[in-house]
């Protein structure tokens, strides 16, 4: 198993940018595709952005799309996710999730491990 531990959530403005990060430990994390997920209140966790083991593929949805990116950093551990221009939509729980896997995944349950989550507030 490989334990994960989100930081970097906090407020920030609309237009503004945030970058959260999330380091694992546990297992080397080049053996997992990780993931981004997000939960606003009173909504169902939904899938934000994916990469893959090796970092060479990626996939967002279209909601966040051409203003989030996600990359890793296998040599410290540690999978990102730099949002820009921030809208109050974007206010959730993000939670980072790994899946023992090589290729991306979109789906919650193909993952099997997850962080605790750190929360981002976009403020008008």
């Known amino acids: 198993q490989v334990q994960l531990v989100e930081s970097g959530g906090g407020l920030v403005q609309v237009g503004n940018s945030l970058t959260v990060s999330c380091t694992a430990s546990g297992r080397a994390l080049n053996l997992y595709t990780m993931g981004w997920f997000r939960q606003a209140p009173g909504k169902e966790r939904e899938f934000v952005a994916t990469i893959s083991a090796s970092g060479v593929s990626s996939y967002y949805s279209a909601s966040v799309e051409s203003r989030f990116t996600i990359s890793r950093d296998n040599a410290k551990n540690t999978v990102y996710l730099q949002m820009n221009h921030l809208r109050p939509a974007d206010t959730a729980v993000y939670y980072c999730?790994?899946?023992?896997?090589?290729?991306?995944?979109?789906?919650?349950?193909?993952?099997?491990?997850w962080g605790q989550g750190t929360q981002v507030t976009v403020s008008s």
């Open positions: 999730a790994a899946a023992y896997r090589r290729t991306i995944a979109t789906i919650e349950n193909e993952y099997n491990n």
